[in-house]
């Protein structure tokens, strides 16, 4: 037996924004940033357990005290009886309800409880020397269904339901898994498509984006329509017609805007249309797919829970969900989604890039190819090439799939030299950095 | 010309639980608290801008924190020149990128907005020596939407015709302004109602209401619906038939939980039930409106921006929308709130109670009362009579109406006595409290 010692939260944060990575039209500058947290047992075996929240940036430490609020959950408790009980351990800490006033259920407060959630989870999986998204698939169709809290959500999916999904795939895992790690996981590349980038390299990322087996690309849109226009031309020129190109908003329009802003790229062929409008507005996006059709909507990068999953499942508002690791109250509230989407037919193509997303992320896909809808031919995962070398267990992409990770743990660990290099604001990546770049909250305090 | 000097929060907590005041069916023992923001300048006259976010205990360290992010976007600068423009200093602060990223527009974050916001309305109205609704009731059509964001909101209500509802009311404010003060605005009390008071103290509160002169009493449920129908009965057989009873179920059920609870219910005639479900769910609550018709679905206090008050209205998710002063970002959202309920013909009662958020909120309703809808016969504002000897400028509640506030301000500036009693965990109020109720976070750090 063991107790959980320490829950340890630290500020990292990489200046991206002097380079525009990952420049769209809503976010200029980001320093894409995580929340991290470490949680420490005194186990002989010296395992840690790691989840983070990403941001942007700006409020990281906001992320880091909500992520602290959590501590009296989790310091002091038995490591054995929190692991064996996810479902408990994640529910005793959304219905908190002190705590949940801050949301509910969204927002700060539900991403720390989900940074802390994916932790635990990494500990579990290095403690039983698996990957995630291969732990989860060998758990019954029991354990998985007792993970998710159904409330608010028994009129689109029913614990009876769940169950009944589980037990479908479960004859069929051991081919699925073969097949999972026979041919990877199709992934798609934002890389090329930055806002701030100029024509030139936006044509030599698509071409190497094609070179390395990319099926798919993205590209971000919203800044100026002859712009975007032009931009598209480029990149349609430069892939060909059977690389499919997805354009991505990033939330910049109203209604009437999105349809005849979208109306002018069509003729590029779109593979999807990402975050037309509010990610907290089912109808507009629903409005949105219905108007733009036969075009799909994508959207969920953003959502704040399982409930808002639930409409925008339930309102026709999408086609394509994007799941994020990092949005929702962590692992347990992704499984929520996926039942929902598994049940209602929609494929998930889950968000991902920022900080540790690609290497958080593709454990549901995974655990999904194998435990809930075994869709390994419709569904991507989004890639970034983007400081993945931060992580002691980078993605493997390439042939443009990501391949199953053979490491124990959720892939959430970062390097200690990294750490200590971006620790915010003291870090020596940050000592460099001229004023112009500091962000206002420092300056001024 | 003056500067913004200072940005200061402070943690104040009442210890609350101990007697069970503000227990329902999801927070058993909150500890109301306020995140309370103070801004000062370098102004010879002195004043003080005061805003809050209002929570129930923990976490509000998490509140602090985010409030505090934003002393960038406000100390230093010229502070005419931010009260003068502040539909851009809400713009500002609402679109930083990086900030933005923590929500979007939702949660910890947004809400941190709101309380600086409000405290800014509170040093403009100080310095104009009006309080916050005459000084809003006085500024032009013009200045009015300009302080709106109207992004996402086209698709229910574009800027000219929130003009149009402003100069169609500017030729009535004067006689409305004098029937407002002559008759005050109806309150309704939710004191009776907590589910933790006993039949005895539930019946003498209800009797003390209707001698009051209230018209309008509200019974939290949702615990036990046996329970439910027994209070049900006290109430209305200790109020009689002429004082409406409406119900609060604190965001309880699933659809067909809520559904047959109500009807067990319907009997002693309810004038609305409020939160039946999860505050995110607007298709859950349109089906559980049209499902229980005619009862009407309320709803609102927890609603996280505008972008979900436009859909509840869209969706006809509830009858009777309860903005509150703290959830959303500050007074700017809520007037958007306030045009989307205008233009639609939704009747508005805020939610109050808490910390100030009476004292607050009731500026808004008397706002509108002049300035736009005029509507002072089937509105009403919640009252609870707790923790108001706190504030300088207390409510003024009595025959069962709010008085319209004389005292320049937002009302949300506490007494420095009860700011010093109950700053947690330091204040006089904490230190004798027994180990048993201080909040787990306080125990483990």
């Known amino acids: 037996m063991s107790r959980i010692t320490g829950l340890h939260v630290r500020d990292i944060r990489f200046p991206t924004s002097r380079e525009h990575d990952g420049s769209d039209a809503m976010n200029p500058a980001p320093d ?9 047992t005194d186990a002989l075996d010296g395992l840690v357990g790691t989840g983070f929240v990403f941001t942007i940036g700006r409020g990281n430490e906001v992320q880091e ?27 005793a800490m959304v219905h908190d ?34 990957p995630l998204w291969a732990l989860l698939a060998d758990l019954s169709p029991e354990e998985l269904v007792d993970l998710v809290d159904f409330r608010y959500l028994t009129d689109a999916i029913t614990p009876t339901e769940a ?18 790690e026979q041919q990877g996981y199709q992934a798609y590349t934002t890389t090329p498509g930055w806002l701030g980038y100029d024509d030139e390299k936006l044509a030599r990322l ?3 984006a094609v070179d390395e087996g990319f099926e798919q690309i993205k590209l971000k849109v919203g800044g100026d329509v002859d712009e975007d226009v032009r931009r598209m031309g480029i990149a349609r020129a430069t892939v060909g017609p059977d690389v499919r190109i997805a354009i991505d908003a990033n939330q910049r329009w109203d209604v009437d805007e999105a349809v005849t802003w979208i109306e002018r790229l069509r003729p590029f062929d779109i593979a999807w ?21 036969p075009i799909p909507v994508a959207t969920g990068e953003h959502m704040a829970n399982r409930v808002i999953a639930k409409q925008l499942i339930q309102a026709g508002s999408m086609s394509v969900l ?38 958080a992320v593709q454990h549901l896909s995974m655990f999904d190819a194998v435990a809930l809808t075994g869709d390994l031919d419709t569904r991507c995962i989004e890639f970034v090439d983007h400081l993945h070398e931060h992580f002691v267990t980078p993605v493997d992409v390439h042939d443009g799939r990501y391949w199953p990770p053979t490491a124990p743990g959720a892939g959430t660990e970062m390097l200690a030299d990294s750490l200590d290099a971006y620790a915010f604001p003291d870090g020596p990546a940050w000592a460099v950095v001229d004023t112009e770049t500091v962000p206002d909250a420092v300056r001024v305090a």
Chains 1, 2 share one sequence.
Request: glycine fraction near 8%; proline fraction near 3%; aromatic fraction near 4%.
């Open 32 to 40: 894409y940033s995580a929340a991290y947290v470490e949680i420490t």
């Open 65 to 91: 005290a909500a992520i602290a609020a959590l501590r009296g959950h989790v310091v002091g408790a038995d490591t054995e009886a929190v692991l064996a009980d996810m479902g408990g351990t994640w529910r």
């Open 97 to 130: 309800s002190q705590l949940r006033w801050l949301g509910p259920e969204k927002g700060v407060m539900h991403m720390a409880i989900g940074a802390v959630v994916n932790a635990l989870w990494d500990l579990r999986a290095k403690r039983a020397g698996q």
């Open 163 to 180: 169950l009944e999904l589980f037990r479908a795939a479960e004859p069929h895992r051991a081919t699925r898994r073969a097949r999972l």
């Open 206 to 208: 698509c071409r190497e």
């Open 273 to 293: 249309v990402e975050e037309p409008t509010s990610p907290d507005d089912i109808l507009a996006h629903a409005e949105i797919a219905r108007r733009i059709a």
């Open 322 to 359: 994007q799941i994020d690791a990092t949005r929702v109250a962590g692992v347990n509230e992704n499984l929520a989604i996926l039942l929902l989407a598994a049940k209602h037919g929609v494929r998930v193509c889950p968000h991902a890039g920022g900080v540790g997303l690609c290497e």
